[in-house]
């Protein structure tokens, strides 16, 4: 139980275009989902906590206009990337918690995001 | 705010040995503590995690962590390690209150097995 996954696992872009990186809790609702971002070699940074229905908050230094996440259904949440450039490049991984476990959270085996 | 050092950036161990992995953190309040690990390009697996009771906390593939409230620590040990343990591992906290399930990572520790 408590499967996350992320859909593209890979995704390449030119400069100046937008990317929609999907996560979904396969088998039960998410009431909330995280967003992180992973650079090589180093540790998870949070980026922004969504809540179904609701506006996503986001942590300091982490631009709302750039990282676009909505969290429509209890078990999809999307994190689009717009207007990408290659400091954006970098794994993004979500993660899920749930009625019943909200004190645990189930990660997604993440998005490798390359933009050239 | 909450912080977690995990003490060594690389353990190298040989295969059947046992191994350590360790972390501390620091927090305000009382704390939630998780072990994930990370295979290369994949996300985070938990392994085990401390809510309350035993503090002494067993996870999967052999892996058990004890919590020392007056150290602030949680080190993740396993009497004996296989090839297949080699990975990246992580020891995250989680406060209560309003920041309620949000995680903050150590840097990491990467676990190499050598046969």
């Known amino acids: 139980g408590a499967v996350v996954s992320q859909h593209p696992s890979r995704v390449i872009c030119k400069s100046g275009t937008s990317v929609k990186i999907e996560c979904r809790s396969l088998d039960f609702q998410a009431t909330t989902m995280f967003w992180y971002r992973q650079f090589p070699k180093q540790s998870l940074m949070l980026m922004a906590t969504s809540n179904e229905g609701s506006k996503a908050t986001y942590e300091q230094g982490v631009e709302k206009d750039k990282f676009l996440i909505n969290h429509a259904s209890l078990t999809l949440s999307t994190l689009t990337v717009t207007s990408a450039h290659p400091e954006d490049s970098s794994f993004y991984i979500c993660?899920?918690?749930?009625?019943?476990?909200?004190?645990?959270?189930?990660f997604g085996p993440g998005t490798r995001l390359t933009v050239l | 705010a909450q912080s977690v050092t995990q003490l060594d950036s690389q353990v190298p161990v040989f295969e059947e040995a046992p191994v350590e992995l360790r972390c501390n953190y620091s927090s305000s309040v009382s704390v939630y503590l998780f072990w994930y690990v990370q295979y290369p390009n994949q996300g985070l697996q938990l392994l085990l995690k401390?809510?309350?009771?035993?503090?002494l906390v067993k996870g999967i593939n052999g892996f058990e962590a004890e919590f020392n409230k007056s150290q602030t620590s949680f080190h993740l040990r396993k009497p004996s390690v296989h090839i297949s343990d080699t990975a990246e591992y992580f020891c995250a906290v989680s406060e209560g209150g309003t920041s309620y399930g949000k995680l903050t990572f150590g840097q990491g520790t990467i676990l190499t097995v050598h046969p």
């Open positions: 401390y809510l309350s009771g035993s503090t």
């Open positions: 993660s899920a918690r749930g009625w019943g476990f909200t004190d645990t959270q189930y």
